[in-house]
């Protein structure tokens, strides 16, 4: 009888993971201390076939203590996030603190230094590309490195965003709905030290392709915030930025001191809220200008106007009521300005219950 011949193990199928980064990155996640330097993300371009566009990253690395990635400018327009883990990079001291800290606090720089969403490279939304490809564009590129070089380190993430340039928020962290009850504590547990005035559980629209869901598909406690909007700074959402990352050092152990979470209307916390269907969405029905009638923080009812759309350009066409479809206070609200037919205008946000309790 022939010798069986040993099976051969089943070959793998190659993974997007597997496959090499373009990206360059000059630090060494393991060496302790601090780092600064640039990751080096090539771009053929008119003025250089080999130029590269440089992104800032700074570790810190002392003693024994999770990681945690704090990441700012994945959207260019959104600035407290950039300003408060940027700050914290040239403010903290290494020899502070227990573990590693990743800060990247613009991600997405070419979209930072346009002061724009979307990347002015490839034209996409970085985090609509995540898990990335690194053969794809600028921006896939740029997701496969942060999901497969940078996520298979951390432990812990605070992704820093606020509405961009076409609505304003109030001040919260943010997070899924996330499936296992022990990590939806753990995870609401640190959105709270976080110490926004609101945390938002959401069932997001579109969320497969971004950051977040990266985070959360290699198990990582994910946190996001909104903490400001309509493409300006806004002075307390630097304020709950810049308190917020370092509760979180605090939360995870890593930064001595008590976490700080009171509220300027006197709160002890966070106020745990929900997203919770299409219903807290309400959306432009047409192009135009549209009137809000409310700001971020409002307290508004099902059915009650959210604003107008304003046909400036034509005698014969009446404004036009846009109304909410669910009670709650207003968590996003759209500025004043043009909008286009399905720009998302108004979302509504209701105290958190758990629904499968
Ligand atoms: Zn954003």
Redesign the pocket.
Known sequence: MPKAKSPQPPARSPTLDDSPSRIRCDVDFDRPGRQAAYLKAPQSRNTSGWGVVEIPIYVFNNGSGPTLLLTGG??GD?YEGQIAVSRLAHTLDVGQIQGRLILIPAVNIPAALNGT?LSPIDGRDL?RCFPGNPKGTFSEMLAHFIDSRVLPHVDASVDL??A?HSADCVPSTNMHYVADPAMRKKTMDAAAAFGAPYNVVFWGVDEGATLTSSVERRGILSVGTEIGGWGRVSVEGVRIGERGVRNMLRHLGMLSGKVDTKQRDGAKGTRHMMVRDAACYSFAPTGGIFEPRHVAGDSVDKGQSAGFLHFIEDLDHAPVEVYYGAAGVLWMASGPGRVQRGDCVAVVMQDYADPQQ
């Open positions: 994945v959207h959104e969403r985090n965003h606020t961009g």
